[in-house]
């Protein structure tokens, strides 16, 4: 069936509006900064600590960060959800838990001197800022970095230092860099960064292909970047040179799901290879397994916890007519959120070539206590889709729901 469920969305619009936010609390009669303050705790709590954040210094930031600044007017209500959030121009702010965690792996000091590559609306800048002493921030997007870069003045951030240009080349006026942060991934390392890095310098940054990519961090080392993977991601691609330099472009008219059967060996002892964004769910071993030995389980008490596992892959509405997505499930003791939505599921999001959501699919509506079984369903592709994610987990459904052999078969 297809629905648009907001619930779900891992994009929105963006533009930042602190008057949108006095609204939002007006309309509940209650104090909105005391509002956001309470959701803030609870993103903590709820996503950044139990998902592995455990730096308190960067914990902190989050917490005395206002994300609500930087987002939608039309989506204020969810600033403190963990999303992704379009910013106009193809581009957008990250997820909290994924600037968390990056913030958490460059292992910002008091001390550091470090470049941004993609400003965006500012708040991976923002987050930064308290923790480092100079923060140089790069967007590609003139509009974008220019607005950016007025309102982050306002907001009196007197260490962000922002230039618009392609972060492909970096700042080497200010070089070398203590640290290198990219919010956008190329898919080899820029050669100029690596220059710009000093000696004993990290690096985090996503690379790969468009819908393949790892989130890394590199150390320099007698002047070559030792990588350390450390998961899978999905960042929106790095353009100007590093988008010209691409040797593997996506292919739009044969869409393919990786890793759908979970035999591939695990990054780290814990995430899957090729899907990302894991919450809630562990590979598991079980003999009765569709297709290999492995599968994903996912196990809820209460629904209220985030439990998915995603990946991005591209699709043209313009040649892929038609698609069949499905899976194997085997689940116990399920029972469903507020509704049917709320229920294991094989779902797909559909989005434009500007990355706005148009449609959502989803393969759902189980409960109860039943074997392994193949559940599919077959849906129109909009013409208006250039990509797509698609996600497996509980969605706010109790109990426990195993996944194997995932797919996605395509028709033209």
């Not at 001197?113 to 987050?127: C, D, M, P, R």
């Not at 860099?177 to 310098?201: A, M, N, W, Y």
């Not at 592709?381 to 052999?405: C, K, Q, W």
Request: glycine share 8%; hydrophobic share 40%.
């Amino acid at each position: 069936m297809r629905i648009f469920f907001a619930t779900f969305l891992l994009f929105v619009f963006l533009s930042s509006a602190h008057a949108e936010a006095q609204s939002f609390g007006r309309s509940r009669g209650i104090d909105p900064e005391e509002q956001f303050r309470i959701l803030r705790e609870q993103l903590i709590e709820n996503v950044l600590i139990p998902g592995g954040i455990t730096n308190q210094r960067v914990l902190d930031s989050v917490k005395q960060t206002l994300r609500h600044q930087f987002v939608p007017k039309a989506h204020i209500a969810k600033s403190y959800q963990d999303i992704a959030i379009p910013i106009g121009e193809s581009q957008t702010i990250s997820s909290p838990f994924i600037v968390a965690l990056m913030t958490q792996a460059l292992e910002p000091q008091p001390t550091d001197k470090v470049l941004e590559i993609g400003t965006g609306s500012g708040y991976q800048a923002a987050i930064l800022s308290p923790l480092v002493q100079d923060v140089f921030t790069i967007e590609i997007v003139e509009q974008l970095g220019n607005r950016t870069k007025q309102f982050l003045e306002e907001l009196q951030y007197a260490n962000i230092h922002c230039l618009v240009g392609d972060g492909f080349k970096g700042w080497p006026e200010h070089a070398p860099f203590d640290k290198i942060i990219v919010t956008c991934s190329p898919e080899k390392v820029p050669q100029p960064l690596q220059d710009q890095l000093r000696e004993g310098g990290v690096m985090i940054i996503p690379v790969g292909e468009r819908y393949q990519q790892m989130l890394c961090r590199m150390k320099k080392v007698n002047g070559k970047l030792e990588q350390e993977s450390l998961q899978p991601t999905l960042f929106v691609p790095m353009t100007g040179q590093a988008e010209a330099n691409r040797e593997i472009p996506p292919d739009p008219t044969n869409p393919k799901l990786q890793n759908v059967s979970f035999e591939e060996e695990l990054i780290k002892r814990f995430h899957v290879p090729g899907w990302y964004y894991q919450f809630g769910c562990t590979v598991v071993n079980d003999a009765d397994a569709p297709e290999g030995k492995m599968v994903v389980e996912f196990k809820s008490d209460d629904g209220e916890q985030p439990s998915m596992l995603l990946q991005g892959v591209p699709i043209d509405g313009r040649v892929v007519k038609r698609i069949r997505l499905g899976a194997w499930l085997k689940i116990e003791d399920v029972k469903w959120g507020a509704d049917r939505t709320r229920s294991p599921s094989v779902a797909i999001q559909y989005f434009d070539e500007k990355r706005k959501l148009i449609a959502y699919d989803y393969v759902g509506g189980f409960k109860g206590t039943t074997p392994w079984r193949k559940v599919d369903d077959e849906f129109k592709v909009p013409p208006a889709t250039r990509e797509a994610i698609v996600s497996i987990g509980l969605f706010g459904a109790r109990g426990t729901a195993r996944f194997d052999d995932v797919f996605l078969e395509h028709r033209r």
